[in-house]
């Protein structure tokens, strides 16, 4: 019997390490576009603000512009608005969008199908449509602008 079975268990093993390797192909790409839309910028951006030319043109390590950072007050204001209004936003929209996912998980009525519809549709509208009517919504001679300067 242990005849019988080894050369399916070879099989198995080998469709494992080829689907393993399918894997990793498929998932290379998402990997390097978050590696080079997220992670290189924010790593070029620090290694930009903390090795600074000096005067005389070469490169010096220096920690002054996190120490202007941290002691100017307009910035440290602009940083607490800044946290303050992700905090907010963040509560706001766990107070707001776990009760509506618990009522989509657990009801199948009517009402919760035109819910979940609405919750999906920003999935469906393209980004670029998007930004087309918030040009036109908020940018110059938009509904925006020509209510305040009315």
Do not use: K
Request: glycine share 8%; charged share 10%.
């Amino acid at each position: 019997m242990s005849t019988d079975t080894a050369p399916a268990v070879l099989r198995r093993h080998r469709s494992i390490n080829r689907g393993s390797s399918i894997g990793l192909l498929l998932v290379a790409l998402p990997v390097f576009l978050l590696a080079w839309l997220i992670i290189f910028p924010i790593f070029s951006a620090v290694v930009g603000t903390i090795f600074v030319r000096g005067p005389d043109g070469a490169t010096e390590f220096s920690l002054a512009s996190y120490r202007f950072f941290f002691t100017d007050g307009y910035s440290l204001s602009n940083l607490w608005v800044t946290l303050w209004t992700t905090a907010v936003c963040g509560i706001l929209l766990l107070a707001i969008g776990l009760p509506i996912a618990l009522y989509l998980r657990f009801s199948q009525g009517r009402l919760a199908a035109y819910v979940q519809g609405l919750a999906i549709f920003p999935m469906f509208v393209p980004s670029i449509i998007l930004a087309y009517a918030l040009i036109r919504t908020i940018g110059p001679n938009g509904t925006v602008d020509l209510l305040l300067n009315s």
